[in-house]
């Protein structure tokens, strides 16, 4: 999708860094950093930048949380990470992101329409940063293509065995 489009990406895709939090605490996958996205084009084998245990590794893992313990995965992956937030993301009524339900989730595929599906939880700072940028594109898109958020992290299972997320 990012390639077909020409989406803007982040220039640290270009270093070998597939998942982005600040460059300190994220790593390159694989470390060596032999496989890249630059211009829109994989350098190097992209099964392991692709992978899903491989891209986690470079969220968070290793960083030391308030308490002095360390951190072994992603924020998404943390019992009760959920309960820090209390508002949703692109507010029903208000946004041109609309929100998706699983059963049509589910019906996407065979729909037939181009969708941007925004796989989202509302407590997660990197979602909360893209809340504005992505309601600029749901805009400028203009029902060229749907927009839609899926809160990914009240339906965990689904999303990874549907959206591979």
Known sequence: YITKYKIPIHPLHADGYPSIGDKKDTVKVPEDGSVKYVDYKFEGNKAEWLDYAAERKGRFTGLQNKDGSVKTECGIHVAGAEKTWDRDLWEDGKSKVKELT????????????????????????????????????????????????????????????????
């Open 102 to 165: 699983k059963a049509d989730a589910e019906k996407l595929e065979k729909a037939g329409k181009d969708t941007l599906v925004v796989t989202y939880a509302p407590w997660c700072q990197f979602c909360q940063g893209m809340e504005e940028e992505m309601e600029k594109f749901a805009s400028s898109m203009d029902g060229k293509i749907d927009v839609v958020k899926f809160r990914g992290d009240e339906e965990r299972d689904f999303i990874e065995s549907k959206f591979e997320a």
